[in-house]
């Protein structure tokens, strides 16, 4: 069981940046990868940026690519670093965690790969 716990969210004004950050605990190891989902008010859950490290890999959606980064440090806590805001970026933000066979097979954006989640953290962007 791998357990996550975002923290880091809050309300911006468009231009702005902000650092989210996911406590892993549990049982991962290099075949895990690890992902940013967020979820907008009335709209589907959508991959934000995912890191399989023991495959050497990361994946961004189109919307966030050379405005997001996502990372992981020695003490297993994953990040995602946002610049650049805009109001499209409002949203609940999960961290999440799954098996790296099964969140390749799934396609690394999509959650259906994933089995652990975080509770969520909200981002707000105001223009």
């Known amino acids: 069981q791998v357990y996550l716990a975002e923290s880091g969210g809050g309300s911006v004004q468009a231009g702005g940046s902000l650092r989210l950050s996911c406590a892993v605990s549990g049982d991962t190891s290099a075949n895990y990868c690890l992902a940013w989902f967020r979820q907008a008010p009335g709209k589907e859950r959508e991959g934000v940026a995912a890191f399989c490290p023991g495959f050497g890999s990361t994946y961004y959606d189109p919307s966030v690519k050379g405005r997001f980064t996502i990372s992981q440090d020695s003490a297993k806590i994953l990040y995602l670093q946002m610049f650049t805001l805009t109001p499209e970026d409002t949203a609940m933000y999960y961290c999440?965690?799954?098996?790296?066979?099964?969140?390749?097979?799934?396609?690394?954006?999509?959650?259906?790969?994933?089995?652990?989640w975080g509770r969520g953290i909200q981002v707000t962007v105001s223009s």
């Open positions: 999440a965690a799954g098996r790296g066979t099964s969140v390749l097979s799934a396609r690394p954006l999509r959650p259906s790969g994933y089995t652990s």
